[in-house]
């Protein structure tokens, strides 16, 4: 089964940085976009990042662009995200997904719809 494995969160310091990685298995890992997304406390989960197959096209929110980074090791089944210039604000649990069509992006990459296997999430903590 597919089965998706993030690490790499904790707790950061604003202004600072942390890189979240997430492991896949049980998938043709290089054929999907991937994604991460983030949920606060009381709050809806919310679409952070996502990067294509093949050239590997990165998307952003407008909340995290020009700080965070997307990036992908097919070899590796893995997908980064690189956190610099963290916020407090920034602080939620954040979870990789895996698209639910190969190859294309979904026009709608932003709702969690357009996915359909989700990591278990790791926390993230700024402190300001």
């Known amino acids: 089964q597919v089965q998706l494995i993030e690490s790499g969160g904790g707790l950061g310091q604003a202004g600072g940085s942390l890189t979240l990685s997430c492991t896949a298995s049980g998938v043709s890992f290089s054929a999907y976009p991937m994604a991460w997304f983030r949920q606060a406390p009381g709050k809806d989960r919310e679409f952070v990042s996502t990067?294509?197959?093949?050239?590997?096209?990165?998307f952003y929110s407008d909340s995290v662009k020009g700080r965070f980074t997307i990036s992908r090791d097919n070899a590796k089944s893995t997908v980064y995200l690189q956190m610099n210039s963290l916020k407090a604000e920034d602080t939620a649990v954040y979870y990789c997904a895996i698209a639910s069509r190969a190859y294309s992006i979904d026009p709608d990459y932003t709702r969690t719809g357009a996915y359909n296997y989700w990591g278990q999430g790791t926390q993230v903590t700024v402190a300001s």
């Open positions: 990067i294509t197959t093949g050239i590997g096209r990165t």
